[in-house]
Nanobody, 125 residues
Framework: QVQLVESGGGLVQAGVSLRLSCAASGRTFSGYAMGWFRQAPGNEREFVAATSWDGGRTLYADSVKGRFTISRDNAKMYLQMNTLKPEDTAVYYC????????????????????WGQGTQVTVSP
C-alpha cells in the first residue's frame, strides 16, 4: 500500500504564499506521475496541477496558471502557491500513480491510484 501525506496548508490572507508538500513514507516518487487536486465544500474535485514521472513536463489548470508551481524530487512533491485568492480555498489533495499518464489525461482524477487525506487551505479576503 502507498500512503501519501500532505502538509503545509493553513489560514492566510489574500496575496500570501504557501507551499504544500506531499510525501510517502518508505518510498521514492521516482517513476511516479503526480498531481494536485482540490475540492471546496459542495463542489466537484478539480484538477490543479500535475508533473510527469521525470518532472520534465508540468500542467496547470487555467485558474492557477502563473501563480502556482508544481515541482518534485525523489522524496517529495510540492505545490508552491503564490498570490493566493479567496477562491483558492479548498482541501488540497496529493495524488500519484506509478508509470506514465498520457498528457491528455493528467487532469483526470481516475488516472491516479494513490491519494492523500488532504490539507486545508483557507484564504481570507
Amino acid at each position: 500500500q502507498v500512503q501519501l501525506v500532505e502538509s503545509g496548508g493553513g489560514l492566510v490572507q489574500a496575496g500570501v504564499s504557501l507551499r504544500l508538500s506531499c510525501a510517502a513514507s518508505g518510498r521514492t516518487f521516482s517513476g511516479y506521475a503526480m498531481g494536485w487536486f482540490r475540492q471546496a465544500p459542495g463542489n466537484e474535485r478539480e484538477f490543479v496541477a500535475a508533473t510527469s514521472w521525470d518532472g520534465g513536463r508540468t500542467l496547470y489548470a487555467d485558474s492557477v496558471k502563473g501563480r502556482f508551481t508544481i515541482s518534485r524530487d525523489n522524496a517529495k512533491m510540492y505545490l508552491q502557491m503564490n498570490t493566493l485568492k479567496p477562491e483558492d480555498t479548498a482541501v488540497y489533495y496529493c495524488a500519484a500513480t506509478p508509470g506514465y499518464i498520457s498528457s491528455s489525461y493528467y487532469y483526470r482524477s481516475d488516472e491516479y491510484n494513490y491519494w492523500g487525506q488532504g490539507t486545508q487551505v483557507t484564504v481570507s479576503p
